[in-house]
């Protein structure tokens, strides 16, 4: 072979692997620039989910210490707040979320409460169904526990 046709060719061979080489550094970087936002987001929507349901929760249960008959329909919200988690969250998150609606509805089969009564219980744990649930949020958002 001849010397010309041999430095061609590895000039060639070389722009070729240059060229390979700057397209795989270019959408290796697109890839994780991509990876990054759909995590954030994902993260975003979530937070926006879980402070939902933790003012909606907040609201039946301060509701149902003061009556006793509960509207199945005013409960609708939160079960499909619940939902929207069973798709997008763990399976810790969706346990505390069912739990605090169970004790919303225990809440309101209970007889009805007073300021002073509930000033009584507040340091009780169980009485702050809440609390579980936004420690396991804050745990996953944080990223020890992400889907």
């Known amino acids: 072979m ?5 430095s061609a060719f590895a000039a060639l ?8 080489t700057s397209l795989a550094a270019s959408w290796l970087t697109q890839h994780v620039q991509f990876s990054v ?7 975003s929507r979530r937070a926006d989910l879980y402070k939902t349901f ?13 009556h006793d008959k509960a509207e199945i329909s005013n409960l609708v919200g939160l079960y499909a707040l619940v939902s929207r988690m069973r798709i997008l969250s763990s399976p810790p998150i969706v346990e505390s ?19 002073r ?3 009584e219980v507040l340091d009780d744990e169980a009485m702050n169904p809440l609390r ?16």
């Open 97 to 115: 979320a069912d739990k605090v609606v169970r004790v919303i509805i225990q809440t309101y089969l209970a007889p009805n409460r007073t300021f």
């Open 54 to 66: 933790v003012e909606e929760a907040s609201r039946w249960y301060a509701d149902a210490y003061e």
């Open 13 to 20: 061979a070389g722009s070729a692997i240059g060229g390979l």
């Open 117 to 119: 009564d509930v000033m």
């Open 37 to 43: 936002q759909q995590r954030a987001a994902n993260l």
């Open 132 to 147: 579980d649930f936004s420690i396991a949020c804050r745990e996953e958002l944080r990223g020890n526990d992400l889907p």
């Open 2 to 6: 001849e010397p010309a046709y041999l």
